[in-house]
């Protein structure tokens, strides 16, 4: 079984082909997500919100990341498995070092951060060392408090601006995949054509590479289900055929829709 890699999804991107993202937090959904021919998996510190019942991403802590990583790993066979490093763990050179490799050892092919060209140097400094990068802009969770909430970022032409600069900065430093979250959808789209990776849409319109939903959002059980998210489960037999739902309506450009995106 060929597993999925950096490459292989920016070959899909070159040939225009949309992929799916979805989040795992234990071996057993990542089995399911797997099974059901998910290209990424991400282990999201959105864990905080789904799993530990705090209101923000802010209190996961690095071991928390790691214990969840490697129980994802255990239930993954071909998708590539990305790993949040969570809020305060990337603030230096050495810490961001040392938290990426140990969420690498255990059982990551890539680790996430959010933030703009504040980030180059660090994903310069882990590129060189094997350790590749996912970028995140827009509504960057961990920063909720100085956004001043979970608001829609790059609505006026400064800010969409801003946004693009940093993607590419991002992608010039290393950066193999970029998340971007909550913008107007014609932003996610100059973004995926301003980028040659991929670009990872999560309420970013229907325009961009690839989708990404957390994992209870689309089963419909969290306790607030963004405006972004689609209920899965609720026209599937089972949690399989909703996943399955979900990445083919991802790769034939089905989802999102209109009333998932933002203008």
Request: proline residues 5%; charged residues 20%.
């Amino acid at each position: 079984m060929n597993k999925i890699s950096p490459q292989s999804l920016a070959a899909k991107k070159a040939k225009g082909e949309k992929f799916a993202v979805l989040t795992a937090y234990d071996a057993t959904f990542a089995r399911v997500v797997d099974e059901a021919g998910i290209d990424v998996i991400l282990v999201g510190d959105s864990l905080g919100n789904v799993l530990q019942g705090h209101t923000s991403t802010l209190p996961v802590s690095v071991e928390d990341m790691c214990y969840h990583t490697a129980c994802v790993d255990r239930g993954t066979e071909k998708a590539l498995i990305v790993a949040d490093l969570p809020f305060g763990s990337y603030n230096t050179i050495d810490d961001t070092l040392s938290n990426a490799t140990a969420l690498m050892q255990s059982g990551a092919h890539m680790v996430k951060l959010e933030g703009g060209q504040w980030l180059c140097e660090s994903i310069r400094l882990l590129t060189e060392r094997g350790i590749p990068v996912c970028g995140h802009l827009g509504l960057t969770p961990q920063s909720v408090n100085t956004l001043g909430g979970f608001k829609v970022q790059g609505r006026d032409e400064a800010g969409a601006r801003r946004i693009i600069t940093d993607a590419k900065a991002l992608e010039d430093a290393g950066a193999s995949l970029l998340v971007v979250e909550c913008v107007p959808t014609e932003l996610g789209q100059r973004l995926s054509e301003a980028l040659t990776i991929p670009v990872i849409g999560i309420g970013a319109g229907p325009q961009t590479d690839a989708q990404v939903l957390v994992l209870h959002d689309l089963l419909g059980i969290s306790r607030r289900i963004p405006k972004f998210v689609k209920n899965f489960l609720a026209d599937a037999p089972d949690i399989a055929t909703a996943l399955e739902n979900y990445r083919v309506a991802v790769e034939q450009g089905e989802f999102p829709g209109p009333e998932h995106s933002f203008d």
